[in-house]
């Protein structure tokens, strides 16, 4: 007789073979007490006992994972037994009567094998399935029959449970950031444990890895111990039992517990996505029964595009390149793609660490990184599964899964700053240093893994962050000053009087009177309530933090700008070329190239022309040389351009390539509209869909200028190229210029002024704008000597 009393404080393996050996007894008796039929004249006699006759255990009796207080999911499988039925009534009755929840059928081999090949959840159970008693050939036909079936059937069966996974993450959400989490259904949860080894029974994938077992036996004990405590047969992790159930499994507190959990749910979820990605490429493939061949392209220095996944180039070497994890996914986020598993493993194994402070190189591809905002998360995800977060920074294995339990907090600790840092990319055209609003975003609750108050614990541990991406001793002390503020002005609109000027004195007393920190705050204020719920960023709480900012930026005076590295000196010429075929005109071409931190360091002098500025950036623009900071001074009708640029495929810039490619462009031989036309082609890009953004500061004109335009837009090869073309078609003259790329945008400032001296009207602004918008988005027209200016 079965004890169902202590079934539920049995171990799993205990409790699974008590119900064996007692279904077993039952099958027996079942068909020792019906009457055989009678036997057909002629016939062969009729099967007697077990013959032809199998119980099969499937779903998580199968798996001999059966938790307290769950369903014993059975199917009695027959073969030429015409007393079935019988047998079938004298099985199932003894089970109602114990009290315990069953779910039944009987089939024979070819029925079951006809329903598991239409219906992905019936095959996935008979996937599973076990003999518990009876005939051991039957029962092993049965699975033959069903993995052959499940293999043939798959390209129509895997697509279903696939929409069945996508139902349960909306229905349920995603165990890694749910407080009381499904442990079977939720995003991440157990089932997603049982449909890998389904694809993987289906020969589209590898059976999973060792972490996600591991994954998956935890939180079965979670599970188990959930449903003994409470009594029932439930699998939400309810808040009144996590304490209980952690100290049962020897875990310091509910948050341990939670965050155990979690990090478990994250492994099998980033498992599970990458085997649906490799599951939904195998079934296209396999109707046309060979391989396409993928296109290489390539994307940044040691790092290409192949098919939908950023992989290594064959002449990349992981083990001496401390910056291609950064940079490969800089180029990955840019691309809205995701790192090969391959390339994540070799990255793992061989990249050794970045030296401290980073070089500029790093903290460049890791904004980069940041500013590709959405799609940046499934790539740090990556980088995190795989550790290489950790490795870069150290801090971060404080707050990995760290549960937040305010309700109004969507994620985890770590979840919730990597969303806030996409928010903040959202925002990076309304700030003057969208580098420092990225790192702060990312950091603003760093202090969480730590005793005391986040805000002023993590202002010294982002400071010592900042320095050590190789910030300066400024820029690393507004870190500290964002990270220990970035509640104030939520706080203070929503708990004091925003009209008291007592109120506003102490808001612009503690952020030091700066209203380029004001400025930073608002947008990170911005960001992480947006990263946190809409409850806790509401548009009545937005209206009281705007208005707020606006008092205090009134008592401040105005915004106070900086001007951020790099500061450009002109180069020695190294290579003077003939003076252009123009008339009248004399002087050489001269280039001049010097290493430096961040990449080289061009200076360009040629005869000052119409379009001088665009003429050079498109040449660098063509030799595949990403401009990071220039600025253009005339003296004597000679122009001398200094940029900052980066090789996009870690070819340096040739001197004497880039003398001719600019003499040729000023007498008309080399037209840089149709070359870089070709050059974009040759090397899609997916820009930023936000719109450009452009504003004009007249009252900050000095000198011969008599207008500045800033232009905030997605970064892109030849942007500079268009932007100063598009000016100079408008008739206007650039003076000079600052051009800063700062992760993914670039934020050009364009000193400009008309060749009469007269103001530029409010009319000529009107079709600057209208050409500025439109270089943003495609190529610009030609600009040399014959162009009106």
Not at 686 to 694: L, Q
Not at 749 to 766: A, I
Request: glycine share 8%; proline share 7%; charged share 25%.
């Amino acid at each position: 007789m079965l004890d169902t009393e202590a079934l539920p404080g049995l171990g799993r393996a205990e409790r699974v073979e008590a119900l064996d050996g007692w279904l077993a007894g039952l099958l027996d008796d079942a068909v020792a007490g019906t009457p055989p039929p009678r036997t057909r004249r002629g016939g062969p006699p009729p099967r007697t006992g077990t013959e032809g006759l199998a119980l099969v255990a499937v779903g998580s009796l199968g798996r001999r994972e059966l938790p307290p207080h769950g369903d014993l999911d059975l199917v009695l499988v027959h073969e030429d037994r015409p007393e079935i039925a019988a047998v079938a009534d004298a099985l199932w009755y003894p089970v109602w009567d114990a009290g315990l929840r069953l779910d039944h059928s009987v089939r024979s081999v070819q029925e079951a094998v006809t329903v598991a090949s239409t219906d992905a959840k019936a095959g996935l159970g008979l996937l599973d399935a076990r003999l518990v008693a009876g005939d051991a050939e039957l029962a092993a036909r049965l699975r033959t029959a069903t993995l052959a079936s499940w293999r043939q059937h798959a390209s129509r069966l895997m697509p279903q449970l696939r929409d069945l996974r996508r139902e349960r993450a909306r229905r349920l959400g995603e165990l890694a950031f749910l407080l009381e989490p499904d442990l079977k259904e939720a995003y991440g949860g157990l089932r997603e444990g049982q449909v890998l080894r389904a694809a993987a029974a289906a020969q589209l994938v590898d059976e999973p890895p060792a972490e996600v077992e591991q994954a998956y036996a935890f939180l079965l004990d979670v599970r188990d111990e959930l449903r003994r405590r409470s009594g029932r047969a439930s699998d939400v992790l309810v808040r009144q039992e996590q304490r209980a159930i952690a100290a049962t499994l020897g875990l310091a507190d509910e948050d341990v517990l939670l965050r155990e959990v979690s990090l478990a749910g994250r492994r099998l979820a980033f498992v599970a996505d990458e085997t649906w990605r490799r599951v939904e490429a195998a079934l296209v493939r396999r109707p046309r029964g060979r391989y396409r061949r993928v296109r290489r392209e390539p994307l940044a220095e040691g790092v290409v595009r192949q098919g939908d996944e950023v992989v290594l180039a064959r002449d990349a070497h992981p083990a001496t390149d401390p910056g291609l994890v950064l940079r490969a996914a800089a180029a990955a986020a840019r691309a809205d793609l995701l790192l090969s598993p391959y390339t994540l493993k070799v990255l793992a194994v061989h990249s050794p660490p970045l030296p401290e402070p980073w070089p500029p190189e790093a903290r460049w591809s890791f904004l980069r990184v940041l500013a590709s905002g959405r799609s940046a998360v499934p790539v740090l995800e990556q980088l995190d599964q795989e550790g290489l977060l950790s490795r870069l920074l150290p801090e971060w294995d404080r707050i990995r899964s760290l549960p937040q339990r305010h309700p109004w907090h969507r994620y985890t600790v770590d979840r919730h700053l990597i969303e806030a840092a996409a928010a903040a990319s959202e925002l990076t055209r309304d700030v003057d240093r969208p580098d420092l609003l990225l790192v702060a975003a990312l950091l603003h609750d760093i202090g969480k893994g730590w005793p005391g108050d986040h805000s002023v614990v993590g202002a010294p541990i982002a400071a010592e962050i900042g320095a050590r991406m190789g910030f300066s001793e400024p820029d690393v002390a507004v870190l500290g000053t964002l990270v220990r503020h970035h509640l104030l002005l939520p706080a203070t609109a929503t708990r004091r009087d925003i009209d008291d000027p007592a109120t506003i004195e102490r808001v612009a007393a503690t952020i030091g009177h700066d209203a380029t920190v004001l400025q930073l705050l608002h947008a990170l204020a911005q960001a992480d309530g947006a990263a946190t719920s809409a409850s806790a960023w509401s548009p009545w709480k937005a209206h009281l933090v705007a208005a707020l900012v606006a008092r205090v930026q009134g008592r401040l005076g105005g915004p106070q700008l900086t001007e951020p590295d790099p500061v450009l000196h002109p180069t020695s010429a190294q290579v003077t070329t003939p003076a252009p075929d123009i008339p009248g005109v004399t002087r050489a071409v001269t280039v001049g190239i010097e290493e430096v931190a961040d990449g080289q360091q061009v200076t360009i002098g040629a005869p000052d022309r119409p379009g001088l500025l665009s003429t050079c950036a498109g040449v660098l623009a063509l030799n595949q040389l990403d401009v990071r900071a220039a600025k253009m001074t005339v003296a004597d009708g000679y122009g001398t351009g200094v940029f900052a640029v980066r090789p996009r495929f870690g070819r340096a810039p040739v001197p004497e390539i880039l003398a001719d490619g600019v003499r040729a462009a000023l007498e008309g031989t080399l037209r840089l509209p149709e070359r870089l036309r070709q050059r974009e082609a040759d090397y899609r890009q997916e820009g930023r869909s936000a719109p450009p953004r452009i504003s004009w500061h007249d009252h900050e004109v000095s000198g011969p200028a008599t207008g500045i335009v800033e232009v905030r837009a997605g970064d892109r090869a030849g942007l500079l190229y268009r932007l100063t073309a598009a000016i100079a078609g408008e008739g206007l003259d650039v003076t000079s210029a600052r051009i800063e790329t700062l992760g993914a945008d670039a934020v050009d400032c364009f000193y400009v002024c008309n060749p009469s001296g007269s103001p530029v009207d409010p009319q000529q602004k009107e079709r600057v704008d209208a050409a500025l918008v439109a270089a943003t988005r495609g190529p610009a027209l030609a600009v040399g000597p014959d162009t009106p200016s």
